[in-house]
């Protein structure tokens, strides 16, 4: 359970530190575009993205089981915050999430970090794909600019809203958010290793400024960002509140847990680490309760940020503190430039941000599969879209565990008897 900070200090030399400072704001830059659209998208404002990836970021660094992993607000909890705030209101997600970080602690505690093993990757593959749809379609309303109030939360009413608002299409809104997705494509492709997005988003934002265009942008929509951290406050508890919004925090700690070890898992296949999943897991319940108590976001390891860490050449967790306290800094000096970011330009993000939470390259895989798994990965994946997060984690484990204990038993699942 021991942080990997503490076995990195002893050996720490100027030129680590170097490596880790020139990644750690190269990985600021990526996250903050991030960071801000996640909150639009969860329903929330967008000063509490920061916030979140200030947070929750430096204490994932501060006390993880992971050398490079990257933490903050990630697209996994759009669905469940969205839901969260929509049926109990903001102070409901906070204690929520407060909630999920004293879950994680004890599930830390007791060294549950290493049964994530024991989720079936269907699972895991359908519930993200089921997420990654629902934010791509939450997002069309500000890509193309319409002029629909509200979407509804169901998927099948959004669609139809989104279809009954199409003459409302807004030229250059679309034109803005489309030539986003092309520069954050080509410059990702010419320059992994440096924060391309920032760029993109800040040539789409210039243009939209100094043509003034007719587009929506953080500041005429939320007003000015705040320059400096809200102050810490317990949220209100009582044994009701605790009641109702319990499932909600499971579903947070349960997503945090998940992610943030699969992360770790993703980094240590990248640099050649090996990350401490217990103490990981109670880093996640430390910053989730941090995060909390500032009015954040819940909080995990973010694969793309970490991915991005780990290119940029981050080798400690130094990098992620750096990280956490560059997005400080460019909260206090340069908030006002970050109220010019263009709505469409941040949904294009979140769209290719879906895309590749969806995976494509295991699409093949996945058709590939046996059988049961790619029944349970489609069933995870539509009860995502179409019913409840929680419904598709609770009947996508036990079915995935039933299948296990039945191929334990039967030496192929899916083989038959050939007919006599």
Known sequence: MKPKLLSTLPTYTSALFRADLIAGVTVAMVALPLSLAIAIASGADPATGLTTAVVAGFIISLLGGSRVQIGGPTGAFIVVVFGVIAEYGYDGLVLATLMAGVILLIAGYFKFGSLVRHIPEAVIDGFTIGIAIIIATSQLKDLFGLTAETLPADFFEKITALWAARATVNPAALSVGLIAMILIIALRRAAPRYPGLILALAICSAAVAFLSLPVDTLYSRFGALPDCLPLPRIPTISPDRITELLPSALVIAFLAGVESLLSATVADRMSGGRY?????????????????????????????????????????????????????????????????????????????????????????????????????????????????????????????????????????????????
Request: aromatic residues 4%.
């Open 276 to 420: 401490r999943p217990n103490a990981e897991v109670l880093a996640q319940g430390f910053a989730n309760i941090g995060s909390a108590l500032f009015g954040g976001l819940p909080a995990t390891g973010a694969i793309a940020r970490t991915a991005t860490n780990v290119q940029a050449g981050g080798k400690t967790p130094v990098a992620g503190l750096v990280h956490a306290m560059t997005l400080l800094l460019v909260m206090m000096v340069a908030a006002p430039l970050a109220g010019y970011f263009a709505l469409p330009a941040l949904s294009a993000l979140l769209i290719l941000t879906a895309w590749n939470m969806s995976e494509p390259h295991k699409w093949r895989q996945h058709l590939a599969a046996r059988r049961s798994d790619k029944l349970l990965l489609l069933l995870t994946m539509v009860l995502t879209v179409v019913a409840d997060l929680t419904v598709a984690i609770g009947v996508g484990v036990a079915l995935g565990l039933a299948i296990r204990l039945r191929r334990r038993n039967v030496p192929d699942a899916d083989w038959t008897p050939p007919e006599r």
